[in-house]
């Protein structure tokens, strides 16, 4: 649908909102913890392997395999010829920068001198920092309100890096820049979200079975392990408390059952909860 959020309802009362792009950085930061932690787990299991012949798959194989696949490649993967990105001069007023993202239908626009990049301007600024503030579109030139120098990619940072740099720096764009610095695209957080999704998802046949086999993975391995403290930072734009981390603690996402394996959860006296499958 095109779009990143989706009210969760039950019994017609909204009791969640999701966002698809702070699930998956928080699915990501999951298993990135998780394969830190596999890669020793995999080592001391590893005599145990041999003796027993048994299909030990650590995290640290996960994330590796959906790294390759699905965050690995460069963000020129993304970008096409028909990618748009509105460019205005810092003395155009609001007024002209809102028109070029109505007519371009992106939500952001990047501020250049030359083809140096000077700043960037999005929707969330519109309302925040001109209609909340109660200044005039057509008096207030976008240099007063814009994001300067921001933080950039290049056309080889790959999908997951890109990621990170959003989720550090607490925004949902990121312009991306040539060799010369010439911005050739303004991308967020939503077209990287689905363009890591769609790398899973895409081919054919075999092929687009292993993929969506390895896709469904990915969602059930991450929503199985337990958040990663910094998850927890309020001021973070993307961290995401799951709603299965709160409200009477009966609510829960357990992995899934295989063979003969079983899901426990256990609360400590402090309130942290623990997840493993024996």
């Not at 009791?15 to 699915?27: G, N, V």
């Not at 896709?215 to 961290?239: G, R, T, V």
């Not at 408390?241 to 829960?252: A, F, I, L, N, Y």
Request: net charge negative; hydrophobic share 45%.
């Amino acid at each position: 649908g095109k779009f990143r959020h989706l009210p969760v309802v039950d019994n017609g009362e909204v009791i969640a909102m999701l966002d698809i792009a702070k699930c998956l950085y928080d699915a990501i930061s999951r298993l990135e913890k998780a394969a830190e932690q596999g890669s020793a787990l995999a080592a001391a299991v590893e005599g145990v392997e041999r003796q027993f012949g048994s299909n030990f798959s650590a995290p640290s194989t996960l994330i590796e395999t959906i790294r390759e696949r699905m965050f690995k490649p460069s963000l020129s993967t993304v970008i096409t010829e028909s990618t748009k990105v509105a460019i205005v001069s810092p003395s155009d007023p609001v007024y002209v920068a809102a028109q070029k993202m109505r007519e371009l239908r992106v939500n952001s626009v990047v501020i250049t001198t030359g083809n140096l990049l000077q700043g960037i301007f999005t929707s969330k600024d519109v309302l925040m920092r001109v209609v909340a503030q109660n200044l005039s579109p057509e008096l207030t030139l976008v240099e007063k309100v814009m994001t300067a120098h921001p933080d950039c990619a290049t056309l080889d940072t790959s999908i997951l890096d890109a990621l990170h740099i959003m989720h550090d720096g607490k925004f949902l764009h990121i312009p991306v820049v040539d060799g010369d610095g010439r911005v050739v695209a303004c991308l967020d957080v939503l077209q990287l979200t689905q363009a890591a999704i769609s790398m899973a998802e895409g081919g054919s046949g075999a092929a687009n079975d292993v993929a969506n086999t390895m896709m469904q993975k990915f969602w059930d391995s991450a929503l199985a392990l337990e958040p990663p403290d910094e998850e927890f930072d309020s001021q973070s734009e993307i961290s995401l408390v799951m709603p299965s981390e709160v409200g009477d603690g009966r609510s829960s996402i357990y992995p899934a059952v295989v063979g003969n394996s079983f899901a426990f959860k256990l609360q400590v006296k402090k309130g942290r909860m623990h997840r493993f499958t024996c």
